[in-house]
């Protein structure tokens, strides 16, 4: 009876909605595409230039210095507490963006913010960590689609209210913080996981399966205290660590589980597949986030919001709604991805630049916009390719493990691009000349892509032929050395 009751209270329903709760709350944050304008206008009085090269900075290095930690800390305290001090974390950001005043007190909102965005990753690993595998696209999909609906309820709402009600930016922020509130009372109400990916693991010996074994590791929706059948334990997992020696060595068992992480991102990198798809994931997402940091700071120079109507909101409430378009119908490219992919990369990261070019070079405020939302929806139909290509060949252990990786060599990189064109102690450029620079970064990046991608499809096409004239003529073939097959090949090439 009491298996029964605990039973009902760990179905995956109950943990699903409260997350997604969260979720639509979190996000709902009708403030967020008006930051500049208010920080810019009579609530902060700040200059453009204390904004982009003094302020937002600080959330970049804030990030880098807190995504790290938080990985590791969220995965051993199980989740929950990090979703706890995100709700915090929020709060103090939007109770400093209402009532702090001056430079610094606005740099201690980056930072705070900085602990937002690191926290993050509780979000999705919280979800998995209590309920079956089977039901992982299922509750993916919820809790990717309600921060979508989220997002672009928020951005139309805002517009709504600025343009129509002429709400101010101030009572704006007073809704987002509201907002952010109730997220922090759902937390509370989430269940406690009993597992997570590494410190917690099922089996307890905080390693990561391959492919063939995710099944048997991730976590299962059977209550803890419902007896399990310990007879179809996997033979290859070894006798469980016994509980005495959990507790009198848990440093080894910490220190062990950091080692078998070290192995397994080097086995992940180790294919040559996975690691170029990384180094795109890597280097699109330092740029597409520097983009997004700034620009709102470029639509306030090319239309200053104290003398123009801004539609910041219904910007990206309509990049929103493109993105998510666009990461829906890759599922329906009947396309050779192991072939053609690093050529789609090239492609539209070529895309992606002329934006940004158009973006500095043009004084339109529609112009602008437009190719913002060119920009946004490229990359989204990009990193949903790449999420899919690096996620088929892997666990769910490993994916989330590469995720961390590749996202945070994208901040190390972001932070580079940071110091060294916006930060007031380096270069300090102009917000239009940062956008010429980001425009030469995905050039550079389009450029390394097509090329790569151009000699693969040549390869491909080679080995084809060669293929096809051994088959045609298999008696000069059978006389052929295999030497004479390669210098004819790279001959060719």
């Not at 706890?84 to 913010?113: H, R």
């Not at 945070?408 to 940062?434: E, Y």
């Amino acid at each position: 009876m009491g298996c029964w009751k605990k039973e009902k209270m760990n179905t995956w329903t109950f943990p699903t909605l409260i997350i997604c709760l969260y979720g639509f709350f979190y996000m709902m944050k009708p403030s967020e595409p008006f930051l500049t304008p208010y920080l810019t206008g009579p609530d902060k009085n700040l200059t453009i230039d204390e904004v982009t090269n003094q302020i937002f900075p600080v959330w970049t290095y804030s990030y880098l210095a807190l995504l790290f930690p938080v990985f590791l800390i969220t995965d051993y305290v199980r989740y929950k507490p990090v979703l706890l001090l995100q709700g915090i974390s929020f709060i103090i950001t939007w109770l400093l963006l209402l009532f702090a005043q001056g430079l610094v007190a606005m740099q201690v909102v980056e930072f705070f913010y900085g602990m937002v965005t690191a926290t993050e990753v509780a979000y999705y690993a919280y979800i998995y960590s209590v309920v079956s595998t089977d039901r992982y696209q299922r509750v993916t999909s919820y809790c990717r689609s309600i921060t979508l609906v989220a997002a672009t309820v928020a951005a139309v709402l805002g517009q709504l209210l600025v343009s129509l009600a002429d709400i101010s930016y101030f009572h704006l922020h007073a809704i987002t913080l509201a907002s952010v509130s109730l997220a922090f009372v759902c937390s509370f109400f989430l269940p406690m996981p009993q597992q997570s990916m590494f410190f917690h693991s099922k089996d307890g010996s905080g390693t990561l399966p391959g492919p063939d074994k995710a099944a048997a590791t991730l976590g299962s929706d059977r209550p803890s205290g419902c007896p399990e059948d310990t007879s179809s334990a996997p033979a290859d997992r070894g006798p469980a660590p016994g509980p005495q020696a959990g507790i009198a060595e848990p440093q080894h068992h910490v220190l062990r589980v950091l080692v078998q992480l070290c192995k397994d991102l080097r086995d992940c990198y180790s294919s040559r597949k996975l690691l170029y798809w990384s180094l795109w994931w890597a280097l699109a997402t330092a740029g597409f986030n520097q983009v997004l940091n700034y620009i709102q700071v470029l639509w306030d120079f090319r239309a200053p919001s104290h003398s123009s109507a801004v539609y910041n909101g219904a910007v990206e409430a309509i990049a929103t709604f493109l993105s998510s378009v666009t990461s829906f119908t890759v599922q329906y490219m009947k396309i050779n991805w192991d072939l053609f992919g690093e050529l789609a990369l090239g492609i539209f990261s070529a895309v992606d630049a002329g934006s940004l070019f158009l973006m500095h070079f043009t004084t339109n405020i529609w112009a602008c916009y437009t190719s913002y939302l060119i920009f946004k929806a490229c990359y989204m139909l990009l990193i949903t390719i790449a999420t899919f290509q690096i996620a088929v060949s892997l666990s769910m252990e490993r994916y989330a493990l590469m995720f961390g990786f590749n996202n945070f060599g994208a901040l190390v990189i972001q932070t580079i691009l940071t110091v060294v064109v916006v930060d007031s102690g380096g270069l300090g450029l102009d917000i239009v000349t940062q956008f010429l620079i980001y425009g030469s970064y995905f050039a550079v990046i389009a450029g390394v892509f097509l090329i790569r991608s151009i000699c693969m499809i040549v390869s491909s096409k080679c080995k084809r032929k060669i293929a096809r004239s051994c088959k045609e003529h298999p008696n000069l073939a059978a006389h052929e050395s295999k030497e004479q097959i390669l210098t004819g090949y790279t001959t060719w090439l």
